[in-house]
């Protein structure tokens, strides 16, 4: 039988709250009696708000939103959202072939603010487990629980070779918009093959005002996405789980063979970037305004007069490319909340990753009846929808059915949406 319930500790404490744990906190106010506190460093909701760029949309469905798979009478949906703010007759009429990233965002910072649960301004400092709750410090106090779920999101690559060069003019893509003024008038090498990169190559040929853009990439061309019906079967709760049956072995093969179905440029966006090009050289007759140098590796970078000096490093040669500021496009990855330290040792490690249960709580030395949960960490255990938004309301649902479960608010059931 559960223990009773301290009145004092919530059941569970989520750290970030990005979409991941805006689904859950958004689920959570459906069940009675449950109580979650959702902590944020933020002061506002924010969503990657340097990538936030004219014409960037998502890569899915709107239907895949943070309910609607699981509850689609929820007032927290998309549509709930369109409703709410008139627009909904409009959007239908706009017929856009995919939801722009500024009117996504916009819906999501509309659910966030409407949720009592959320504490915005709320850095947590440290997490610890005292015994028979978990303790997530912030300088608004200490907030209690007795599970833990862990949204904290993608940390931002840096290869190596520009770390010490990092400020105005070289910076990772997630900040672009705050840099984008530095640009006019330079010579701008976009590093980075993927749909980021490939948004912020847009934007520079639709401006016009940079006076050169390089876009390097590792990979051997610009790949497309993978958008068929067949690879989009991947993106389902039935996918996710079919994965999570396979050994360790398979599971590296079948990420390797599905990675274009989520990291790829989608082909309308090479469409218009290739017909900007086309129209600017054949039509405007300019020259020399973009170099593509795909199939090339930044091997090195050095201070060179008022900009860098980038050694790149192909399959059978190697340039050097002479740049006045570098954007990185180079994805994110995932690592542990610096607040999480204390409990880093406690998880049960295979092969450089956390031991994950099929309710996407990690193995750990603690008591089974409280539970460290990983939102969008689990990619090696569930596949290539992990840390995509496909898949977000299905996995908050796994999770808050595991924690009513554990703590007995309800009999056990299905988590099936």
């Not at 689609?72 to 008139?86: E, N």
């Not at 672009?176 to 980075?192: D, M, T």
């Not at 929808?385 to 608010?409: E, F, H, M, Q, Y």
């Given at each position: 039988m559960p223990e009773t319930p301290d009145p004092d500790v919530a059941d569970y404490v989520a750290i970030g709250v990005g979409p991941a744990n805006l689904s859950l906190a958004a689920q959570a106010e459906a069940v009675p009696g449950l109580r979650g506190i959702h902590l944020e460093r933020r002061r506002e909701f924010a969503w990657h708000p340097g990538l936030l760029l004219p014409g960037a949309v998502i890569q899915i469905s709107p239907l895949k939103d943070l309910v609607t798979p699981v509850?689609?009478?929820?007032?927290?949906?998309?549509?709930?959202?369109?409703?709410?703010?008139?627009r909904f007759y409009d959007f239908l009429s706009a017929r856009f072939p995919a939801v722009h990233r500024a009117e996504y965002s916009e819906y999501l910072a509309w659910a966030a603010r409407r949720l009592p649960t959320v504490r915005f301004g709320h850095e947590v400092r440290e997490v610890h487990f005292r015994g028979d709750h978990f303790e997530a410090l912030t300088?608004?106090?200490?907030?209690?629980?007795?599970?833990?779920?862990?949204?904290?999101?993608?940390?931002?690559?840096?290869?190596?070779?520009?770390?010490?060069?990092?400020?105005?003019?070289?910076?990772?893509?997630e900040n672009?918009?705050?840099?984008?003024?530095?640009?006019?008038?330079?010579?701008?090498?976009?590093?980075?093959g993927g749909q980021s990169g490939a948004e912020i190559v847009r934007h520079l040929l639709a401006a016009g005002t940079a006076e050169r853009i390089t876009w390097v990439s590792r990979r051997p061309g610009f790949v497309p996405?993978?958008?068929?019906?067949?690879?989009?079967?991947?993106?389902?709760?039935?996918?996710?789980?079919?994965?999570?049956?396979?050994?360790?072995?398979?599971?590296?093969?079948?990420?390797?063979?599905?990675?274009h179905t989520s990291d790829g440029i989608s082909e309308s966006l090479l469409a218009e970037i290739y017909q900007r090009i086309y129209l600017a050289t054949h039509v405007e007759g300019r020259t020399g305004f973009i170099d593509l140098l795909p199939g090339h590796e930044v091997v090195g970078a050095a201070a060179a007069d008022?900009?860098?000096?980038?050694?790149?490093?192909?399959?059978?040669?190697?340039?050097?490319?002479?740049?006045?500021?570098?954007?990185l496009a180079t994805g994110y990855e995932q690592?542990?909340?610096?607040?999480?330290?204390?409990?880093?040792?406690?998880?049960?490690?295979?092969?450089?990753?956390?031991?994950?249960?099929?309710d996407f709580s990690a193995e750990w030395d603690g008591p089974d009846g409280h539970r460290i949960y990983l939102q969008n960490g689990a990619r090696h255990a569930f596949g290539v929808?992990?840390?995509?938004?496909?898949?977000?309301?299905?996995?908050?649902?796994?999770?808050?059915?595991?924690?009513?479960?554990?703590?007995?608010?309800?009999?056990?059931?299905?988590?099936?949406?």
């Open positions: 509850d689609p009478t929820s007032d927290y949906s998309f549509p709930s959202f369109l409703v709410s703010t008139g300088d608004h106090g200490a907030f209690r629980g007795r599970h833990l779920v862990l949204g904290t999101g993608g940390t931002p690559v840096v290869p190596a070779v520009f770390r010490e060069h990092l400020g105005e003019r070289v910076f990772h893509a672009f918009l705050r840099h984008e003024a530095v640009l006019p008038g330079r010579r701008v090498a976009v590093v980075g996405l993978d958008e068929s019906a067949f690879a989009n079967h991947l993106y389902r709760p039935e996918a996710a789980r079919e994965f999570f049956s396979r050994s360790p072995a398979e599971r590296a093969v079948l990420l390797r063979e599905r990675k008022d900009g860098y000096r980038l050694t790149l490093k192909s399959v059978d040669s190697g340039a050097l490319l002479d740049a006045d500021a570098v954007v690592r542990p909340a610096a607040c999480t330290a204390p409990l880093a040792l406690r998880l049960c490690m295979a092969e450089g990753a956390p031991v994950v249960r099929e929808a992990d840390p995509n938004l496909s898949l977000v309301a299905w996995r908050s649902k796994v999770i808050l059915d595991s924690i009513r479960d554990a703590t007995g608010i309800r009999p056990k059931g299905s988590v099936s949406p």
